[in-house]
């Protein structure tokens, strides 16, 4: 079914929203990911995102727009979270982008871990990496993320491809091999 007729679906049938909103979990999560980079935060706001999808739900006028409809809630969501964010209190909390951890090297070591990761991704372009973060951690098929990104699933399958070379390339043999380390 497509995001226009699931929406249309869930506006006429409340009980239809929870195939709606499992399909646009890992689309929102992904955008949040990308854009909050710290994996607890972005939990919590994708599910307040999806709140919201639920609640405005009867208030979407055309349902072929829920795609850019969802993509706004998403970063609103985002610019909310950066808004409301307390820096001094994220500083105190032992907080290492979204892992935490008890002795100080392996803090330091996560957060080392993490980084590298933000920077590989962020050298990929805005597509590809929603791809990636939509099929790694949303576990989402092709057809699906096809469907979110507006793309062929042969595109995604390049995309997703590509993407995993690209961080391959950028990432150090010890990121993905903890012996070499």
Do not use: K
């Not at 409809?69 to 307390?86: G, K």
């Not at 001094?88 to 935490?100: K, N, T």
């Amino acid at each position: 079914m497509s995001w226009p007729d699931l929406a249309r679906q869930a506006q006429r049938d409340p009980a239809a929203v929870e195939p709606l909103l499992c399909r646009a979990r890992p689309f929102v999560h992904a955008l949040i990911v990308d854009r909050v980079r710290q994996p607890e935060a972005a939990e919590d706001l994708t599910q307040e995102a999806l709140a919201d999808l639920a609640e405005g739900l009867p208030r979407l006028r055309d349902a072929e727009a829920v795609l850019p409809w969802l993509r706004q809630i998403a970063l609103n969501r985002c610019r909310m979270y950066w808004r409301r964010r307390d820096l001094q209190f994220e500083q105190l909390d032992d907080h290492a982008g979204g892992l935490r951890a008890h002795d100080a090297y392996t803090v330091t070591a996560q957060r080392e871990r993490w980084r590298q990761l933000r920077r590989a991704l962020d050298e990929l372009s805005e597509p590809s990496r929603l791809a990636l973060l939509m099929h790694v951690l949303g576990d989402t098929p092709y057809r699906e993320i096809a469907a979110a990104l507006g793309e062929t699933e042969v595109a995604v399958r390049v995309r997703v491809h590509r993407a995993r070379q690209r961080l391959r390339q950028l990432l150090p043999p010890s990121f993905y091999d903890p012996e070499a380390r």
